[in-house]
């Protein structure tokens, strides 16, 4: 669908960019005696014909960024050798005290347990939410794309197209650093912390809970920070 959208906005993309030319036309060139000169002609000339180019082409253009990334994204998974998915799992140590633990004394393991693992699914939901977050807008990227590039044909507008792919490829990037965030909690939670034999199961599980909370959310933290500077960047261009 937004292969359509972005095929039925290069029509419009096309219509802008004969109107930013002619904008950028009225800018430079104060008077007629700058058109005669051959070298603005030339220059022009290229600069309508590049505009056009990434108006139909633009589309082409995005997609070779967007594999160029997931090439990127491909090589820091494989090298680390994550490719393959595996489960945490609990220490030895901390399921024998659970199944130790009395009726009594597990009331208060069990409210451990459900606040501990209430706030990592938070966390979890936090995550998907921002990688879904990623792909929604690299479709609103994609089906928008003729419109910013059109802007190139004109010198005083050629700033918009500039950071319309500058964003893009921020965007891209955060693939990156959502990948790099998944490597840093696996190789956290992968080395599970040292139980104290004399603490008590509650004490246990609080701790295990609350050093797989900090495996996630310092795995958040820089998908969070870059989308925030992305969006910053975006702000402010």
Same mark, same amino acid.
């Given at each position: #669908? #937004?292969?359509?959208?972005?095929?039925? $906005?290069?029509?419009?993309?096309?219509?802008?960019?004969? $109107?930013?030319?002619?904008?950028?036309?009225?800018?430079?060139?104060?008077?007629?005696?700058?058109?005669?000169?051959?070298?603005?002609?030339?220059?022009?000339?290229?600069?309508?014909?590049?505009?056009?180019?990434?108006?139909?082409?633009?589309?082409?253009?995005?997609?070779?960024?967007?594999?160029?990334?997931?090439? #990127?994204?491909?090589?820091?998974?494989?090298?680390?050798?994550?490719?393959?998915?595996?489960?945490?799992?609990?220490?030895?140590?901390?399921?024998?005290?659970?199944?130790?633990?009395?009726? !009594?004394? /597990?009331?208060?393991? !069990?409210?451990?347990?459900?606040?501990?693992?209430?706030?990592?699914?938070? $966390?979890? &939901?936090?995550?998907?939410?921002?990688?879904? /977050?990623?792909?929604?807008?690299?479709? #609103?990227?994609?089906?928008?794309?003729?419109?910013?590039?059109?802007?190139?044909?004109?010198?005083?507008?050629?700033?918009?197209?500039?950071? &319309?792919?500058?964003?893009?490829?921020?965007?891209?990037?955060?693939?990156?650093?959502?990948?790099?965030?998944?490597?840093?909690?696996?190789?956290?939670? *992968?080395?599970?912390?040292?139980?104290?034999?004399?603490?008590?199961?509650?004490? *246990?599980? !609080?701790?295990?809970?609350?050093?797989?909370?900090?495996?996630?959310?310092?795995?958040?933290?820089?998908?969070?920070?870059?989308? !925030?500077?992305?969006?910053?960047?975006?702000?402010?261009?």
């Amino acid at each position: #669908m #937004m292969l359509n959208i972005n095929g039925a $906005l290069k029509a419009i993309g096309y219509g802008l960019l004969v $109107l930013f030319f002619a904008v950028g036309v009225v800018k430079t060139c104060s008077s007629l005696a700058d058109l005669k000169r051959p070298e603005a002609a030339f220059k022009m000339f290229i600069r309508f014909a590049l505009a056009k180019a990434a108006v139909g082409y633009g589309l082409d253009l995005m997609l070779a960024v967007f594999k160029i990334i997931q090439g #990127m994204v491909s090589t820091i998974i494989t090298q680390s050798g994550l490719s393959g998915s595996s489960g945490t799992t609990l220490p030895q140590e901390i399921i024998d005290k659970i199944n130790n633990v009395g009726f !009594w004394d /597990s009331i208060p393991l !069990w409210a451990v347990t459900l606040l501990g693992g209430l706030f990592i699914t938070v $966390l979890s &939901f936090i995550m998907i939410l921002t990688v879904y /977050s990623r792909l929604f807008k690299l479709y #609103m990227y994609t089906a928008i794309a003729p419109i910013p590039m059109s802007t190139f044909a004109g010198e005083p507008t050629s700033n918009v197209g500039k950071n &319309f792919l500058r964003s893009y490829a921020g965007v891209c990037l955060e693939g990156a650093i959502i990948a790099l965030a998944c490597i840093i909690f696996s190789v956290m939670a *992968a080395s599970p912390p040292a139980v104290d034999p004399n603490v008590s199961a509650v004490t *246990a599980v !609080w701790s295990y809970v609350g050093e797989l909370s900090a495996s996630v959310s310092t795995g958040k933290k820089p998908v969070r920070g870059f989308m !925030w500077n992305s969006a910053i960047g975006m702000a402010a261009a």
